[in-house]
């Protein structure tokens, strides 16, 4: 009995381990039928069966079907390459000829039972659904804060961006925002106050050329809504991304560098920081030179990796380093008397950002992050020393139907 | 360069080719233990497998390209055969 179990549940496990059959329709118009069951494989590219093959299209979901001749039927295998059926059929018929504009259907007769493959026709509606989610990204972190100097608080963490590519000319363009809320909070904190002190918006214009990653964004501002201070900051950065430095079947470590430029002027100034009366009059055009790197190690998942989360752990390290050209304010705290008070400077000296991320996934179900932050991110520069945030991820599937 | 005819062979070699490590060809391998191990490799993976077919005359959109860590050579190369035009 308990054999039978085994064996009922490793061939449960066989079953959902074999890729079923799909279709592929290839640009000169070949049909290729990926995954085919091998034990059928002899039968459909068996030459005396090909008249049994049947291949009609249609132009849109209610035009009329046209049926294609089948000129050849061919089976391909290798221990390394890939493995297909390939119908080749004749699409003299086809106005335009591009397959990719037509709905397929194949059908085949197969002694195990009829085989019936189909190809949607390409949805041409302007709203039409997206095929991947590359384009639109949101992203949304809350967490628990522990900081020095700091009584706990909490920090909220937002981007959005829409950055579609056009055409397919490998250039992308769009536009993201990102906010962040009480992540450079003044100490001593007593409350948390919902009010993001670090905002950016921007246009961006992305490529690729061999292994360089090439981000300009020709718009870009800065603000401080709590000490209503903007810039107007377009910037270039282009990031070198290697191979990784070290790589396993599970493990890979890989370290990419970043380098570019920040140009743009103040916009607007606030009068006092921290209810502190400041003066930066000096403060107007904006220059800085930026370097960075990113490195990260990453241990894949034994089973169950998914294109959203492939990784049992992951540790990185985001630095961002601004040389600046001109003075531009710095707020940091001093000690004064045994209490904080807000230190506001005017100077040019070199801006440091670190962002650590530790993530762990410890089961299928629970996972755990820690970020680490420390330095100081325009406008106003504000200073967090060594802030601590750790998050607890749940995640579970309910059942599709009851 | 004359347009030759695109087959899962010739993607494949594509694929491969423009994945960090470009380790001999197996179907079923991920493409993290080629190299692409995270989004911007997948970045860079896509737009080397666009230029590449770019110079044998056919053209695709990165976003139809299907690249990542968990993503199969095979899954690569099919979504590559089926969206290149």
């Known amino acids: 009995m308990r054999n039978r179990r085994l064996i009922l549940a490793l061939s449960l496990f066989a079953s959902l381990a074999v890729a079923a059959p799909n279709l592929i329709v290839s640009p000169n118009g070949t049909l290729y039928i990926y995954n085919p069951d091998k034990a059928t ?3 459909m590219a068996d030459p ?3 008249g049994r093959w ?3 299209v249609r132009h849109s979901a209610k035009s009329p079907a046209i049926s294609l001749p089948v000129l ?3 089976a391909h295998s290798s221990a390394t390459g890939p493995n297909y059926v390939a119908v080749f059929v004749d699409t003299s018929a086809l106005k335009p000829r591009d397959p990719h504009h037509y709905g397929w259907t194949v059908t085949f007769p197969l002694s195990t039972g009829p085989l019936s493959l189909t190809v949607p026709p390409p949805d041409t509606r302007f709203f039409a659904p997206a095929k991947s989610k590359d384009d639109a990204n949101l992203y949304f972190f809350g967490s628990y804060l522990a900081g020095e100097g700091t009584k706990p608080i909490y920090s909220i963490d937002a981007k959005a961006g829409y950055i579609p590519e056009i055409h397919d000319s490998g250039i992308f363009l769009g536009i993201e925002a990102a906010a962040t809320v009480n992540s450079g909070s003044q100490p001593p904190a007593n409350r948390t106050r919902v009010d993001p002190d670090s905002i950016t918006a921007d246009i961006a214009l992305r490529t690729a050329r061999g292994n360089f990653l090439i981000n300009t964004y020709p718009a870009r501002g800065e603000f401080s809504r709590k000490n209503a201070a903007s810039n107007f900051v377009p910037s270039a950065l282009v990031q070198y991304v290697p191979r990784p430095l070290f ?4 493990h ?15 916009l607007n100034q606030p009068a ?14 904006i220059l800085r030179g930026v370097v960075g790197g990113y490195a990260a190690y990453y241990i894949m998942k034994k089973t169950g990796a998914t294109a959203g989360d492939p990784y049992a752990a992951q540790v990185s390290l985001t630095y961002v380093g601004r040389i600046l050209a001109t003075d531009e304010p710095y707020v940091t705290s001093q000690t004064v008397r045994g209490a904080q008070v807000p230190l506001i400077l005017l100077d040019d000296k070199m801006r440091h950002h670190i962002d650590g991320v530790i993530l762990w996934n410890v089961s299928d179900f629970v996972g755990i992050q820690a970020k680490y932050t420390y330095g100081a991110l325009p406008p106003l520069f504000q200073a967090c020393a060594h802030q601590v945030t750790f998050g607890i991820t749940f995640k579970a599937k309910l059942p599709g139907h009851i | 360069m004359a347009r030759p005819v695109l087959t899962p062979d010739l993607c494949q070699n594509i694929v491969v080719n423009a994945t960090p490590n470009q380790t001999p060809n197996d179907a079923t391998q991920n493409l993290f233990a080629l190299g692409v191990v995270d989004g911007t490799s997948a970045q860079i993976h896509k737009a080397k497998i666009q230029a590449a077919l770019h ?5 695709i959109a990165q976003g139809d390209i299907l690249s990542g860590p968990t993503v199969t050579v095979d899954s690569c190369t099919q979504s590559v055969l089926a969206s290149a035009q």
């Open chain 1, 41 to 43: 494989v002899a039968e």
């Open chain 1, 48 to 50: 005396a069966n090909r």
């Open chain 1, 54 to 56: 049947t291949v009609t």
């Open chain 1, 72 to 74: 050849d039927v061919t």
């Open chain 1, 247 to 250: 790589q396993s079947p599970r």
């Open chain 1, 252 to 266: 890979a470590f890989v370290l990419y560098e970043t380098a570019g430029i920040e140009a743009g002027m103040n």
């Open chain 1, 272 to 285: 006092s920081v921290f209810k502190q009366p400041v003066d930066f009059s000096g403060y107007d055009k």
């Open chain 2, 55 to 59: 110079l044998i005359e056919y053209r």
